[in-house]
């Protein structure tokens, strides 16, 4: 039988047996030029550019960036290696591309289209014919399916957790593939699987894949990495034959004719080069440098420009994350009672100007916050299967991070964190916090990787001083500190876990059992929670915008609940700096600044 004639059939079936029209039948399966992960895309089938990008931006000169540390590898989508973002933001390219205005919806690139069901069990991507690599190989459904099967094999935890919840691959055709999804109710999985990066099958060796390279890999993308220079420095310069130059999506996009990254050890020497004008682009994370620190001469000339740009997105989490797998993190009550110990508006005051917000929710400053929200009854819903993982304050939106009285001593928040290390079994002895069964001391290493973690987790090294815990603070190098984290050999970092506007299956990569045992995941906390896998599990099933805002306000409550970070602080907008002669759209999308849509004006 053929598959048009099988095809005409189901749906016949379909219409008999749940009486729907044909209209809606139909639309179910009809080609689509965008996805969406609630709702519809916002731009037409027939839009001509991203809303956010110039088209009539001029093509033509260089941007000079930045980058903390080294790379001994270029390709990051591995566990191996520490890699720059260069490979798949410039040489490789997705089947779809993400919209940076939207939540989370991706519009064709390589795919022209895309079919799926309401219930999201499958996804065909029709590919464009005229796609090419850079050595002139078509792209065809062949290489989407040796990349999926290459990335589920021997990507990073988030690509094999997500790929491996896919039941079967078929290239129906050159330019036809189909992934069944049936069985994952993962509604998030037909966009992961369009934002793919797709590698050449005919000019990647599979046996070599996981292993660190300085290779350039051929690709689909604008540009073409032409130098490398071992830990110093990458340049790609934009290919005169990219075959996609032309598609409303990419309209605007990519008009530097060369993208060069230059990588500094530390923090403070790549600010000096800022000051001194050797690259061009800078986000400013340090609230006391952006308070005092730019007043140098190409600023006050006008050669440099610094702005403030407010952040729509959720904050996400910053803190001082406890490896729970470490004994002496594994009860929450001890968890708790160091977090009593941290003074936020101490901090706040005499180490950031007082320029930053305290976080109290893994998605602050949103409508995904639990934070001063009760429960509605989906969340209740949700949690009633998992008696004790919330607190009552916690589902009744009361909890707030303790608050210090800003002194940077306040006895009474120490004797509140000593009755919570009493009950869990800790004692002061001869000035020394020891375990009352053991007589071990309480002490444990903070693992930092630049001076501003150090002077952070030094300050509150002498807070937990005053109560007879000694934390040693450890500082290290840039790959020291990528392999220590990825096999989770710490006691207790400093990470930052950003938030979206449509929180998914990275939030698996993060929170999730299997995560917790899995080297190179982003779990560092070793989170074990059936409750947290659940809530995981319920923000990827939502169909609609209010059942997602529930399961991710869910999830929120239980991770805060098991006290698995002390949490930190935000910044409340974004600060940026640049040169002056770059220009830029009028218009920010939600997720901030973007120089891909940024040009030098000839001169």
Same mark, same amino acid.
């Given at each position: ?24 039948? !139909?639309?179910?399966?009809? $080609? ?13 089938? #027939? ?24 790379? #001994? ?19 490789? &390219? ?53 990349? /999926? ?8 935890? /988030? ?31 037909? =966009? ?61 996009? %990519? ?31 340090? $609230? ?73 929710? %893994? ?9 001063? &929200? $009760? ?18 304050? /916690? ?45 071990? $001391? ?28 000694? !934390? ?8 020291? %500190?990528?392999?220590?984290?990825? &096999? ?10 950003? !938030? ?13 059992? #299997? ?21 995981? #599990?319920?923000? =990827? ?21 098991? /006290?698995?970070?002390?949490? =930190? ?8 700096? %640049?040169?002056?002669?770059? &220009? ?20």
């Amino acid at each position: 039988m053929s598959r048009s004639l099988t095809r005409i059939l189901g749906l016949i079936a379909c219409l008999f047996l749940a009486g729907a029209g044909p209209v809606a039948a !139909a639309e179910a399966d009809a $080609p689509r030029h965008g996805i969406a992960m609630h709702g519809d895309p916002v731009l037409p089938a #027939d839009f001509s550019h991203l809303p956010y990008a110039n088209p009539d931006a001029p093509k033509g000169g260089r941007i000079t960036l930045a980058i903390q540390g080294t790379f #001994d590898s270029l390709n990051p989508l591995i566990v191996l290696g520490v890699a720059p973002p260069a490979v798949p933001d410039y040489v490789l &390219q997705s089947l779809m591309m993400r919209s940076r205005d939207e939540p989370f919806t991706v519009y064709g690139l390589i795919a022209r289209s895309a079919e799926m069901p309401d219930d999201r069990s499958s996804v065909t991507f029709n590919l464009d014919p005229r796609a090419r690599f850079s050595d002139g190989h078509p792209l065809t459904s062949e290489d989407v399916r040796f990349t /999926f099967e290459l990335l589920k094999t021997y990507g990073k935890p /988030f690509h094999r957790s997500s790929f491996g919840q896919v039941r079967s691959v078929t290239a129906e055709t050159p330019h036809r593939i189909t992934f069944d999804l049936s069985g994952s109710n993962d509604r998030e999985l037909p =966009l992961i699987i369009a934002t793919m990066p797709i590698f050449p099958a005919h000019a990647t060796d599979p046996d070599r894949f996981d292993r660190t390279t300085l290779a350039p890999p051929v690709g689909s993308g604008p540009y073409a990495i032409t130098e490398v220079r071992p830990g110093e420095r990458i340049v790609l310069k934009r290919r005169k034959d990219f075959w996609a130059a032309d598609l409303p999506i990419l309209r605007g996009l %990519y008009n530097f004719d060369e993208i060069r990254y230059d990588f500094y050890r530390d923090d403070n020497t790549m600010f000096e080069a800022f000051r001194a004008g050797l690259y061009d682009f800078r986000l400013e994370g340090d $609230p006391a440098r952006w308070a005092t620190g730019y007043t140098f001469s190409r600023l006050l000339s006008g050669r440099t420009v610094r702005e403030t740009v407010p952040i729509r997105l959720p904050k996400g989490m910053n803190g001082l994350v406890f490896n729970t797998r470490r004994p002496i993190f594994g009860d929450p009550r001890v968890r708790e009672a160091l977090g009593y110990l941290f003074d936020f508006d101490w901090l706040n005051r005499n180490l950031y100007y007082g320029l930053l917000t305290r976080a109290d929710s %893994y998605f602050s400053g949103s409508e995904l916050s639990s934070t001063g &929200q $009760p429960a509605d009854e989906r969340e209740r819903s949700l949690l009633a299967a998992f008696p004790g993982a919330v607190r009552d304050d /916690f589902l009744e939106g009361r909890w707030r991070p303790p608050s210090p009285d800003g002194s940077g001593r306040d006895r009474a928040m120490a004797r509140r964190a000593l009755s919570l290390l009493s009950e869990a079994g800790w004692a002061i002895r001869d000035d020394v916090l020891r375990n009352e069964r053991t007589g071990e $001391p309480f002490t444990f290493e903070m693992l930092v990787s630049s001076s501003q973690q150090e002077r952070l987790a030094l300050n509150f090294a002498q807070s937990l001083e005053r109560i007879g815990i000694s !934390a040693r603070v450890r500082l290290v190098d840039n790959v020291q %500190y990528w392999r220590r984290l990825s &096999q989770f050999d710490f006691d207790m970092v400093q990470w930052v876990w950003p !938030a979206s506007a449509s929180p998914g299956n990275e939030q698996r990569n993060r929170w999730s059992s #299997d995560a917790a045992d899995r080297s190179g995941s982003l779990n560092f906390a070793g989170v074990a929670s059936p409750a947290v896998d659940r809530m995981v #599990d319920a923000l =990827l099933e939502a169909k609609t915008r209010e059942e997602f805002v529930s399961s991710v306000r869910a999830l929120d409550r239980v991770l805060l609940s098991g /006290f698995y970070v002390i949490p =930190l602080f935000y910044v409340g907008d974004q600060w940026v700096a %640049y040169d002056g002669d770059l &220009q830029k759209p009028d218009r920010t999308p939600l997720f901030g600044p973007s120089i891909d849509t940024w040009w030098r004006p000839p001169r």
